[in-house]
């Protein structure tokens, strides 16, 4: 048996659980009045949870100890060079009582203002019983008398309202910030008609921001705030009711599984009906879960632990230059011992708890993947079928195109489906194009959708063949654009943000090569591997090249 299988069905074993945790920044014009201040709120707080008057050492702001039978216990340490104050407070659930919560607050200063930060564990003796994850009341104390920050932004006790250009570029610069280490939780407003509570929102954003305060920054995004933002992200967006948690900073590698998407019928259905009361509860869980098992935030605000010993240390130094008494000093040394001998044990008990939540993790994460992939084959598979049943269509009634290219957006929507995609840039381009032979221009885009998209969905060397001979019937070749890296001299023409990342239009279809714009064609593109389609960028004339 290992040791976790031991710890796990040893009926009487200490279980220990971070339940939460968080740092903020507090903005303040007299940081030393303000840390004073702040200080002075918390120890009011040790004082209410004690249910006695403590000892003057802590009420005074410096290193003390309160345990008397009877009443709850409070442990404070101090240190003077860096200023830093940190406080552990032990509180006996009273339903359970073999189970006690140990919250730890910290404080202290840097170059930018204040660090306000919390821990919160659960500790059990035997089986575990159900809980809620928090945080102290503290942190939303603190909040409403002064302007705090995470991950250099101004947060609130309520949800950030993007609905704005300016909102957007904010969200934008948020979400793609290498400094970030908190998730984003974006709630988007609802289209449908039924949805009219709290003004087509799903879930409460304002009560979630105060609930996860200090661990993510919520934000709700109004209808055409989302649709400009899916204009950006592509896949990456959130849009009418659903809710999306973006976890970590936006990188080329993100897919649409890399940050959680719960759509409006998931709320609407989730935990059995439940609906959006508990999806709201659940996402609380999943930030404060989430936030426990952040280890660089013990970077930011060491544990209690850490800075009791420091301030332990200096006792003994400060001590042995007033001369005590070796026994005096001997006295000391051993309550440090002891002391550290219950952290230990306690940090052992918690290390287990983080690998046995880590496992839970990781096969989580393999059932949704494997959920997401059998999804996708599904939805191909009926894609191909309706491919197949509308190629036959086709070939029973022949195609009647517009006379102009000015409808080639009407045309697209209604005939191209989605495995061919004109991008509002192509469409321009073609509209203003005084290129001649417009039925050209629409039998190219006919026969990348039944020809190219399929044999590049597919593999298939019959598909393969088919194409081949429609592009000698086109009097089309394939070849590789003017991309990479000489195609920078030329700004934004060959690139455009794609589903959150930034794609070059790397091949092209040629035409008559000519540099008249009547008659020369090109239709440059890049195949999206993750959605299986083509995404055209311009049709039908030329992009510049170092030739043009």
């Known amino acids: 048996?290992?040791?976790?299988?031991?710890?796990?069905?040893?009926?009487?074993?200490?279980?220990?659980?971070r339940i939460s945790q968080s740092t903020i920044e507090i903005v303040a014009t007299d940081i030393p009045a303000a840390f004073e201040d702040i200080r002075a709120s918390l120890i009011e707080w040790l004082s209410r949870k004690a249910g006695a008057k403590l000892p003057e050492a802590i009420l005074d702001g410096r290193t003390g100890d309160f345990n008397t039978i009877g009443f709850q216990r409070v442990e404070t340490a101090a240190l003077t060079d860096p200023s830093y104050w940190a406080a552990r407070q032990d509180d006996q659930d009273r339903d359970f009582p073999r189970r006690s919560w140990i919250t730890e607050a910290a404080l202290s200063t840097n170059e930018r203002g204040i660090v306000l930060g919390h821990r919160l564990h659960c500790v059990t003796l035997g089986e575990a019983a159900p809980f809620s994850r928090s945080i102290p009341r503290f942190m939303r104390d603190v909040a409403r008398?002064?302007?705090?920050?995470?991950?250099?932004?101004?947060?609130?006790?309520?949800?950030?309202?993007?609905?704005?250009?300016?909102?957007?570029?904010?969200?934008?610069?948020?979400?793609?910030?290498?400094?970030?280490?908190?998730?984003?939780?974006?709630?988007?407003?609802?289209?449908?008609?039924?949805?009219?509570?709290?003004?087509?929102?799903?879930?409460?954003?304002?009560?979630?921001?105060?609930?996860?305060?200090?661990?993510?920054?919520?934000?709700?995004?109004?209808?055409?705030?989302?649709?400009?933002?899916t204009s950006i992200l592509g896949e990456l967006s959130v849009l009418n009711g659903g809710v999306r948690s973006w976890r970590h900073s936006l990188s080329l590698e993100d897919t649409r599984f890399s940050h959680p998407l719960s759509t409006a019928k998931m709320i609407d259905d989730w935990a059995q009906g439940g609906g959006a009361k508990r999806f709201e509860r659940e996402v609380i869980d999943w930030c404060l879960r989430y936030s426990a098992g952040r280890r660089d935030a013990d970077k930011a605000v060491p544990p209690f632990s850490e800075v009791r010993h420091i301030s332990a240390q200096r006792e003994r130094q400060a001590a042995k230059a007033e001369g005590r008494t070796d026994q005096e000093l001997l006295e000391l040394a051993l309550n440090e011992n002891e002391r550290l001998a219950k952290e230990m044990e306690i940090a052992r008990e918690e290390h287990l708890q983080m690998l046995d939540l880590a496992e839970e993790d990781v096969q989580r994460i393999h059932g949704e993947r494997d959920d997401a992939l059998s999804e996708q084959n599904r939805l191909l598979a009926r894609l191909k079928h309706i491919e197949a049943a509308l190629a036959s269509q086709r070939t029973a009634s022949p195609e009647k195109f517009p006379e102009d290219l000015s409808e080639l957006k009407e045309w697209a929507n209604d005939n191209l489906g989605d495995s061919v995609v004109l991008l509002p840039r192509a469409l321009n381009a073609a509209k203003k194009s005084p290129f001649e032979d417009v039925e050209y221009v629409f039998q190219v885009l006919i026969g990348i959708r039944d020809g190219y998209a399929p044999m590049r969905r597919s593999g298939d060397v019959e598909l393969k063949n088919a194409w081949d001979d429609r592009m000698r019937e086109l009097g089309l070749t394939l070849t590789p654009s003017f991309a990479g890296a000489g195609a920078g001299e030329f700004g934004d023409e060959y690139r455009t943000m794609w589903s959150g990342r930034n794609r070059e239009f790397d091949m092209h279809f040629k035409g008559c090569s000519s540099r008249d714009p009547r008659y020369g064609f090109r239709c440059y593109f890049f195949w999206d591997d993750e959605k299986k389609c083509v995404v055209i960028g311009a049709i039908p004339g030329h992009l510049t090249t170092r030739a043009s």
């Open 1 to 17: 048996m290992t040791q976790i299988e031991r710890w796990k069905t040893d009926g009487n074993q200490r279980r220990v659980e």
């Open 145 to 229: 008398r002064f302007e705090t920050r995470l991950d250099g932004r101004k947060i609130e006790l309520k949800a950030k309202r993007v609905t704005t250009t300016e909102d957007i570029e904010w969200l934008f610069s948020l979400l793609t910030s290498s400094a970030r280490r908190h998730p984003v939780i974006g709630v988007a407003q609802s289209y449908r008609p039924n949805d009219t509570a709290n003004d087509g929102y799903l879930v409460d954003a304002d009560a979630l921001a105060a609930a996860v305060f200090g661990t993510a920054h919520v934000c709700m995004i109004g209808r055409e705030a989302s649709e400009e933002l």
